[in-house]
């Protein structure tokens, strides 16, 4: 039996931004370096539908899509390091980047992209693992017991269940390790 050639040229990198998240970028890096690929970064700004049917119905909805826009345009400005009122989420994103590779000092990896999105967490990874024809997502899972693995209801596992793209999911250590 052939096996099909696997080429990993390009990574999705999915994250939530957490202290925990960098266990999982670690993989990222990893896999990159072997590689020779690049990563791509990727936080979604989560938008809860019956959180907006009911601001909607108090605001109005032309209100509502104002507000958010203005939400994107400050979370880009604060990820492109464009926002000076405080420390801007691309440094601190860069920041990330530089302690991996200071711990990982045998390792490289380039960053192709950062991206911020609004939407839902799974349907925008897996579109933009499509779009940008990522060979691979990685991203990290909490694992909080047996009734919890169960459940099956992580943005990580439905992103598993759902990509036609291969998925890395990595269990995060618990906040208390």
């Not at 203005?70 to 990820?79: G, I, R, S």
């Not at 609004?118 to 017991?145: A, K």
């Not at 099956?152 to 390790?177: C, H, N, Q, Y």
Request: net charge negative.
């Amino acid at each position: 039996m052939l096996l099909p050639k696997v080429e990993i040229k390009k990574i999705l990198y999915a994250t939530d931004l957490s202290e925990n998240a960098r266990y999982a970028f670690a993989y990222a890096v990893s896999l990159a370096d072997l590689c020779n690929a690049g990563i791509t970064v990727l936080h979604v700004l989560a938008e809860d539908a019956m959180l907006s049917t009911g601001i909607i119905s108090y605001i109005g909805e032309e209100r509502w899509e104002e507000i958010q826009r203005q939400n994107l345009e400050e979370a880009k400005k604060t990820l492109t390091g464009k926002k000076r009122d405080r420390i801007p989420l691309r440094e601190g994103l860069d920041q990330f980047c530089h302690d991996v590779k200071e711990n990982l000092t045998d390792q490289s990896f380039v960053t192709d992209e950062i991206l911020i999105l609004r939407g839902n967490p799974v349907d925008i990874i897996i579109e933009q693992s499509e779009e940008r024809n990522c060979d691979l997502i990685v991203m990290g899972t909490y694992g909080h017991g047996i009734i919890a693995d169960a459940m099956m209801g992580s943005t990580a596992r439905r992103v598993l269940r759902r990509s036609k793209k291969p998925v890395l999911v990595v269990r995060l250590p618990d906040e208390e390790d």
